[in-house]
């Protein structure tokens, strides 16, 4: 299931009668949560039209190389790198004789030569031309080039010969490419993340937050999305892109930063909070701008905000949890005292005290803290440490699970 999260997948289908089956192939890694394009050459829609692939991938489907319209949506260089995989499927004589002469004389075939992507071929054809010499020697050639051959299968064919040369079932394919992004650290999981700080309002103008920038929590949502996850990033007000592939939700206040963050938790496998929470919030909020009266000092009523993470960790689906601790001194020892009080899996702490790392700097430097353990990461980018910080929590996350 959803092993295909956020991977996008270019589903390239040739002419041949096992076309029909390129149909329920979409489906089934739509299912797996792919992003799936279809590029289909003319043979093929003589077999299957692009209409049903248009309906089942969910966008429109590209048929020509020089097509203004489609280059003006995105172009195939744009389509050649926007892929993670190139899965051809059927894939016909023909295509694989044009593919291992290294042509680029039709869309699919420039698409293989203009992606670094890795691409699998499934061929499909009557079993005497799988037999002969050419196409042979084409596949081996296409094989020492990196490609993955998978199939065919043998049995009956739709010309009425049996031998080799059916195409792979779609499941069988489906799986296969699934397989293709195991090694992804991630692959398969949910994560929310937390990020920014929040905003509580005093009146329709003013409101108590504070510096954090939101760096943080954004490089761990960019870091997890690379690492094969689907991730909701929720966010306070901050100033930056969300990263592509995230659905981000946008908050202001912590009230409403929970209210996101338990929509749906049954089915997160990971939590981490990086946001810079406010821990209390006024009692009231004025509804009119509160205006300067004559007493020197105003007192303002707070009142405890609730324990994002912690109400998470409580949760009877509750998911592996992972807080942040900013901290300025003793360190470990707060890091540790979080880690129970909040019940967390694992907190990620780091001194706020030493200039150029922590809040609204660009790098960082952090102690990974277990209930056994002190891990310290040496400083580096924030973009970096989210990078170590994913495969970290993602090898503690899989032992938990096994
Ligand atoms: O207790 P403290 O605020 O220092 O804990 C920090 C950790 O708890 C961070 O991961 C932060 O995102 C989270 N937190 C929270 N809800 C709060 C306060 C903190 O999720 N109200």
């Not at 949506?73 to 295509?95: C, T, V, Y």
């Not at 296409?142 to 064919?157: H, K, S, T």
């Not at 929310?192 to 920038?213: C, K, M």
């Amino acid at each position: 299931m959803h092993r295909l999260t956020n991977r996008q997948i270019l589903l390239g289908i040739t002419g041949g009668i096992a076309a029909y089956k390129s149909a329920e192939l979409t489906r089934l890694l739509k299912k797996a949560g792919a992003d799936v394009r279809v590029v289909m050459t003319p043979a093929a829609t003589e077999f299957i039209t692009p209409l049903t692939l248009q309906a089942l991938s969910g966008h429109p489907v590209h048929l020509q190389l020089l097509d203004p319209e489609a280059e003006a949506g995105m172009g195939h260089i744009e389509l050649a790198r926007w892929a993670d995989h190139i899965l051809i499927a059927p894939a016909s004589a023909d295509f694989i004789a044009r593919c291992a002469a290294g042509m680029g004389n039709d869309l699919l075939t420039t698409l293989c030569l203009a992606s670094d992507a890795q691409i699998s071929l499934a061929p499909a054809m009557n079993q005497a031309m799988w037999r002969d010499s050419h196409t042979q020697a084409n596949i081996e050639a296409l094989r020492v080039a990196g490609f993955n051959i998978w199939g065919p299968d043998a049995g009956e064919q739709a010309c009425g010969d049996t031998g080799p040369g059916r195409m792979l079932e779609p499941t069988d394919l489906a799986e296969r490419l699934a397989a293709e992004f195991d090694y992804l650290a991630l692959s398969g999981k949910t994560v929310f993340i937390t990020a920014g700080p929040t905003r509580e309002p005093l009146d329709p103008v003013r409101f108590i937050s504070n510096h954090s920038s939101g760096k943080m929590g954004y490089a761990l949502a960019q870091a997890a999305v690379d690492a094969g996850a689907k991730v909701k990033l929720i966010s306070g007000p901050v100033n930056l892109m969300p990263p592509e592939r995230v659905d981000c939700v946008q908050i202001e206040t912590a009230e409403q930063m929970l209210a996101a963050s338990m929509e749906g938790l049954e089915s997160c496998d990971l939590f981490i909070g990086a946001a810079a929470v406010a821990d209390y919030r006024p009692v009231a909020i004025a509804e009119h701008k509160i205006k300067k009266g004559n007493e020197e000092i105003m007192e303002l009523r707070l009142v405890k905000n609730p324990d994002i993470i912690a109400t998470v960790a409580k949760h009877t689906h509750r998911p592996f949890t992972v807080g942040f601790a900013a901290e300025t001194r003793d360190l470990i020892h707060y890091a540790r005292d979080k880690l129970t009080r909040k019940n967390l899996d694992l907190v990620i702490a780091n001194d706020v005290s030493v200039p150029g790392i922590g809040f609204n700097s660009n790098e960082n430097q952090v102690t990974l803290v277990t209930a056994d353990k002190a891990t310290t990461l040496p400083q580096t980018s924030k973009r970096l440490l989210a990078k170590q910080l994913i495969d970290q929590i993602a090898l503690q996350l899989k032992s938990k699970q096994a």
